[in-house]
């Protein structure tokens, strides 16, 4: 076991029940696919970080049946919360219990992040109590912490879907003295804006599964 972890945080594969905001302009089939794909590139960029990597995903009997050679592959257990603040302050508690001393959260929609990010926010977490990656839309999409500094006080009574996630999450970092590094700003991939964006930046990486599904239908990405 390595002294640091990253806790992929999704939801299994199932059609209809992931990036359903894409739905609205993408067939169940192709939005299906394309979170298939940013699966498949997160976790490639968690296999050669220098951590463990985990897998916390929301309860879903059929898609567990479904994905259990996916979560057989790595040590997984469900999320458990009331909603996703405490959701994330289980998973980070359930993994520190584990043994591991600097943990980060990541979630399942951005294809774009590399093991050097992931690195980089285990090397702040070795000088600061938090590292965090804020996207573009206000929110963030890395959360780090040591086990020192897991306090439910950046999970507590946020408005998720607002736009000053990352901003309420600092200042409540800085009011309870916790030392914070941040890193890079990426895009998060929730609509079809989004996905153009992060094919308009991509396109030239033939290493990424989503490039190659967004290609492959570029024409009625396009189109929409």
């Not at 992931?118 to 109590?129: G, I, P, Q, S, V």
């Amino acid at each position: 076991m390595k002294e640091n972890a990253v806790i992929l945080f999704l939801k299994l594969p199932s059609k209809g029940k992931v990036k359903t905001r894409l739905e609205k302009d993408l067939a169940p089939e192709l939005v299906l696919s394309l979170y298939n794909a940013f699966i498949s590139d997160i976790l490639n960029a968690c296999s050669t970080a220098d951590a463990d990597t985990i897998i916390a995903y929301l309860p879903d009997s059929e898609a567990e049946e479904e994905h259990k050679t996916l979560l057989a592959g790595y040590t997984s257990f469900r999320q458990r919360g009331c909603d996703l603040g405490e959701r994330m302050f289980n998973a980070f508690a359930d993994t520190y219990g584990s043994g591991y001393r600097r943990c980060v959260l990541i979630g399942s929609d951005i294809p774009a992040i590399r093991s050097n990010i992931l690195n980089d926010a285990f090397r702040m977490l070795e000088k600061t109590d938090i590292a965090i990656g804020p996207s573009s839309d206000g929110g963030y999409y890395l959360l780090g912490n040591t086990a020192v500094s897991n306090s439910d006080v950046f999970y507590k009574d946020i408005e998720w879907s607002s736009p000053d996630v990352y901003e309420k999450t600092k200042s409540r970092i800085e009011l309870h003295g916790y030392s914070m590094s941040r890193l890079e700003i990426l895009n998060d991939i929730d609509n079809l804006s989004d996905l153009v964006k992060f094919y308009e930046t991509n396109c030239g990486d033939t290493a990424s599964m989503s490039v190659r599904v967004i290609t492959e239908n570029l024409e009625l990405i396009l189109k929409v």
